[in-house]
């Protein structure tokens, strides 16, 4: 009997951990990468990776708080088993990567240290120095490469997943995959098939993310019929440095080891930051958020940075925004042992060093919570049934996605540190699932199924390849039009939404597919051509960022980091205490109606008749933490949290 | 360089300002090749200057533009890049002479001290595959032959690893920083490219076992020397110490370094590779007077 295989696309954290583990279980695996996986974009992660540890715990803490503060976080848009399993394996999985060799910073007694960071109020953040995602990303690499020489994996690096094949049962059963370098097309038949292609912020143009993150394979997969989570969910990043071709990340560790966020009060106040005395300084964070500071989540800390500079008009400098991010003031061995991989990124393309100076950051697009739709299997107490092949599986039969392209753990808005542990988490409980999958087929192997149904896929992605070189020289340049998609989708699907510009938007990209699917290349030759891999993945674009800006459209409410002025609960302005009152009664009537009408995920399928995303609403798993209002104890909000409250007290005695 | 075409740089048209203040254009002049076993040849570029680039932006700009300085249609250049923040270790090149990530060469720093152009080239050490790009599988081959890993019993729940010193975290750290970018192995006077082509008949498989063959018999450089001095000090990774540093001391290994320290001086990790390559020869010696006693 032929030997069942895996095609394992993407070889971040995800994908090397999901490698890893089914190696370890007798599968083999083809491993494929647009890049050599040492170079995949988890490497560029900074700030570290969360789980509950023996200080936290000792502080109060318990896995239970780590799935409180992520659901909280991702205002209850997130399926809560799939959390509560996380947040439990989260100390296993950093003891193992531990294991692995990962370099954590030590105590001086030689235990792991941890730092904290937003949405939280324990240190749960392990990390190694300030490029955590690089350590952890070595180590599964490494792992990998044991079971490369044992042949058990075999790497298929720089190839282009082109989509997975389906045969007339809907079932997958392989893949077709381009090489970067011959541009042979080729098929690989499969058993199972997971998609671990990480985010897709190069649809913003620029982002904090790498040049691999087109979202392509993501998008293929949706085109063939898988379906798309919560795609108008973006993150985006309080604090990146400016830049022309990408915008670097400063990382949140930053504020955890004590950054702090302000602006000069006199509008433009021409005088160095250093040379600014503190009663000049206003630290808008800590003033409205005392309980939390720097360390709001992420999309409240964007909005305030962002409402600072446009609203207020306090931006730092007069033609362009951004505040500052402060570290001077602390300990120069500090910054050196913990941050020192960050502050040399500001140095190297800044040329001023932030031991000295306050930084200047403003938002930017950073991560996506949406992604491929997939399921799990729960179990009585609420936890997921580890071994089960429902996990991480999305609707069409034998495809799994994984890390940060599956739309599970976030909810609305991603804390800083859950994502490395949600992708290596994801990758290891799907190769037990994967592997029952492969196992337990009853059926042939794909690599004893009919050549046909190969041949035909490969034909067809021929002819599209092969029409992509023969397009006319005279149209239009796809880098160009890739810089104005950019530009559409940051202006109206970021920080802050209207309903007017995203009908706006939807016209604009629109018209920008049309063109691009008629773009010409400059490149027309059969060997590494770079030309057609990025036109292909333009074009490829369009269906994500539709289901991005008509989710973002049809979404009448603010949620995470989603956030549409029009529909802002108004703040209790009363100061009469009777008055406060009524008013937070009705703000928390306002928030119960609201749930009932959109605490529901955005599920989009792909309609290739009308290149359109149809999208559908599907219930949340709130059954283990109800809904609260999420206020992370703002000046003014205790009414509010005070009347939610005693309504708990009162539903429950009526229990 | 008997293969190029333009002897360079010669007589093309040339930006009429390129001291790299706005609003004005420089040169820029890049090393082609269409494929393996092809010609190199010179090739000029003008590049609108902007704030704030580097030659990543550079690079794109002329695949945007895809016309060289005399107006000729071109393909784009083939470059490799990823993470655009010098942690993926894609985007090496030589730049202006000097072996560098093209991700954080600024071009004001490099308009400064050559204001006439900017000079972009494939490392010569590794085979090219087209124009900038070169393969670099061999690296990755170097660190199988070391068994670069550390060889845990399973990824099943094992509570912790061991607890370190932060002495033993900060060494450690340092060297596990390399982003096998081959800065280290370009600049090194004993490593040596290898370069083979694929036999008739011979299968993609066939070709990459004989490749493999050769890859480890060759120099497997600074870069290798520190990953042996990195795994071998890790408190399970030492367990194993001994296959390491038969790799070490293998055809290829220690012996080939004749200590010239240019592999420190590139290497923009900053990884104290002459210190490790110390240490490591040390390792090496006592472990060949022990072979040698055992026998
Ligand atoms: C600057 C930055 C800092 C961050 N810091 C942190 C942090 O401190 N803590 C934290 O928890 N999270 C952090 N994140 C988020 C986190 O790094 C990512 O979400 C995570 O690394 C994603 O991992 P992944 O395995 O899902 O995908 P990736 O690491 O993005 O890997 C994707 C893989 O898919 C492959 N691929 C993609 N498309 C194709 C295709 N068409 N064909 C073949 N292969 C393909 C790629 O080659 C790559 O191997 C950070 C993100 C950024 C941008
Ligand atoms: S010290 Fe050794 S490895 Fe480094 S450049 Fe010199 S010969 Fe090469
Ligand atoms: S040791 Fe330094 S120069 Fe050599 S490959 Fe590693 S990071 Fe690059
Ligand atoms: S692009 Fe990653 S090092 Fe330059």
Not at chain 1, 19 to 36: N, Q, R, Y
Request: proline fraction near 5%.
């Amino acid at each position: 009997m032929a030997r069942h295989r895996v095609i394992v696309v993407g070889g971040g954290l995800a994908g090397l951990a999901a490698t890893m583990k089914l190696a370890e279980l007798g599968v083999d695996i083809d491993l494929f990468s647009l890049t050599p996986v040492k170079r995949s974009h988890s490497c560029c992660a900074q700030g570290g990776i969360n789980s509950v540890n023996s200080l936290t715990r000792q502080l109060g803490d318990a896995e239970w708080k780590h799935f409180d503060d992520t659901v909280y976080g991702g205002d209850f848009l997130a399926h809560q088993p799939p959390v509560k399993e996380m947040t439990e394996w989260a100390p296993r999985i950093i003891d193992l990567m531990d294991r692995l060799g990962v370099t954590f910073n030590r105590t001086p007694e030689g235990f792991r240290d941890q730092r904290r960071f937003g949405g939280t109020l324990f240190a749960r953040t392990s990390f190694a120095g300030a490029t955590t995602g690089q350590q952890l990303l070595y180590a599964l690499d490494e792992q990998v490469r044991r079971w490369e020489v044992t042949a058990h994996v075999k790497k298929y690096e720089c190839f282009d997943y082109l989509g997975p094949i389906l045969d007339e049962n809907g079932v997958c059963r392989g893949s077709i995959a381009q090489d970067m370098v011959s541009m042979e097309i080729r098929a690989f038949p499969a058993d199972a098939l997971i998609i671990a292609s990480g985010g897709c912020g190069l649809i913003y143009g620029r982002s904090t993310m790498s040049m691999a993150c087109t979202g392509s394979a993501v998008s293929r997969t949706f085109q063939a019929g898988a379906r798309y989570g919560n795609g108008e969910f973006i993150q985006v990043h309080p604090t990146a440095i400016p830049g022309a071709d990408k915008l670097r990340l400063m990382s949140e560790s930053a504020r955890g080891e004590g950054g702090r966020v302000w602006v000069p009060r006199k509008p433009q106040d021409p005088r160095p930051p250093q040379d600014i005395p503190e009663q000049d300084r206003y630290y808008f964070l800590e003033e409205r958020y005392p309980k939390y500071g720097n360390l709001v989540p992420r999309d409240i800390a964007t909005r305030e940075i962002f409402n600072v500079c446009t609203k207020e008009g306090l931006s730092v400098e007069n033609d362009r925004l951004c505040v500052y991010l402060d570290v001077s003031h602390l300990p120069r061995q500090l910054l050196d042992r913990k941050l020192a991989g960050i502050l040399e990124i500001y140095e190297k393309f800044q040329g001023v060093d932030p031991r000295a100076t306050a930084m200047k950051i403003f938002p930017a697009v950073h991560y996506s919570m949406g992604g491929l739709w997939c399921d799990y299997e729960r179990t009585a107490e609420g936890g997921l049934n580890i071994g089960s092949p429902r996990n991480q599986q999305t609707n069409i039969p034998g495809i799994f996605a994984i890390g940060e392209c599956d739309y599970h753990y976030h909810g609305a808005n991603r804390l800083g540190a859950n994502s490395l542990v949600a992708c290596i988490f994801s990758g290891l409980i799907t190769a037990p699932g994967a592997a029952a999958l492969v196992q337990n087929l009853n059926g042939r192997a794909a690599a004893e199924l009919p050549s046909t149904l190969y041949d035909r896929e490969t034909q067809r992605h021929l002819a599209r390849y092969k029409e992509l070189l023969a397009r006319p020289h005279d149209g239009e340049n796809p880098y160009l039009i890739h810089r104005r998609l950019g530009d559409v989708m940051t202006k109206a699907a970021t920080v802050v939404r209207h309903n007017d510009e995203l009908d706006w938007a939807c016209e604009q990209v629109q018209d920008l597919e049309d063109r691009a699917r008629r773009a010409s290349l400059s490149d027309t030759g059969n060997w590494t051509n770079q030309n057609v891999i990025f036109t292909r993945a333009l074009v490829d674009m369009f269906p994500l960022a539709k289901t991005i800006l008509k989710g973002a459209r049809l979404r009448d409410e603010c949620r995470g980091a989603h956030y549409k002025p029009e529909f802002v609960f108004p703040e209790i302005h009363a100061t009469d205490p009777v008055q406060r009152r009524l008013e937070a009664e009705a703000w928390c009537d306002r928030f119960v109606e609201n749930n009932r009408r959109w605490l529901k995920s955005t599920v989009a399928s792909w309609s290739a008749e009308d290149r359109e995303p149809l999208i559908t609403y599907e219930d949340v798993d709130t059954s283990l933490i109800p809904p609260r209002p999420r206020l992370y104890g703002m000046v003014g909000g205790d009414i509010i949290e005070q009347v939610w409250r005693e309504r708990g007290v009162r539903e429950e005695a009526a229990v | 360089m008997s293969n190029t075409r333009h002897p360079h740089p010669n007589g093309e048209p040339r930006a009429s300002q390129s001291d790299g203040r706005p609003g004005r254009n420089f040169n820029v002049v890049v090393l082609r090749q269409d494929g393996p076993g092809r010609p190199s040849y010179w090739e000029r570029h003008i590049v609108e200057y902007e704030q704030d680039m580097n030659c990543i932006s550079v690079l794109q700009k002329i695949a945007a533009n895809a016309r060289t300085a005399d107006g000729r249609k071109v393909a784009p250049v083939a470059w490799d890049c990823n993470c655009l923040e010098e942690v993926c270790g894609a985007c090496t090149m030589v730049i202006n002479g000097r072996v560098r990530q093209a991700c954080t060469a600024l071009v004001d720093r490099l308009l400064q001290d050559n204001p006439e152009q900017i000079e972009l080239r494939p490392m010569r050490k590794f085979p090219v595959i087209r124009d900038l790009m070169v393969d670099r599988s061999r690296m990755f081959n170097t660190l199988k032959k070391l068994k670069a890993w550390v060889p845990v019993d399973s990824y099943l729940d094992m509570g912790p690893g061991p607890r370190q010193s932060q002495e033993n975290q900060q060494m450690a750290y340092v060297l596990s920083k390399c982003m096998s970018c081959g800065c280290c192995l370009e600049a090194c006077p004993q490593y040596l490219k290898i370069e083979l082509e694929r036999k008739e008949g011979e299968t993609e498989e066939e070709f990459h076992a004989r490749e493999r063959e050769l890859h480890d018999r060759a120099f497997i450089g600074a870069m290798g020397i520190a990953a042996v001095d990195l795994f071998n000090t890790n408190p399970v990774g030492r367990m194993t110490a001994t296959e390491r540093l038969d790799a070490l001391v293998a055809e290829g290994g220690i012996q080939i370094c004749g200590n010239a320290q240019n592999c420190v001086k590139v290497c923009p990790k900053e990884i104290p590779l002459t210190t490790s390559i110390a240490r490591a020869g040390r390792a090496a010696t006592v472990h060949m007077l022990k072979r040698w006693f055992d026998r």
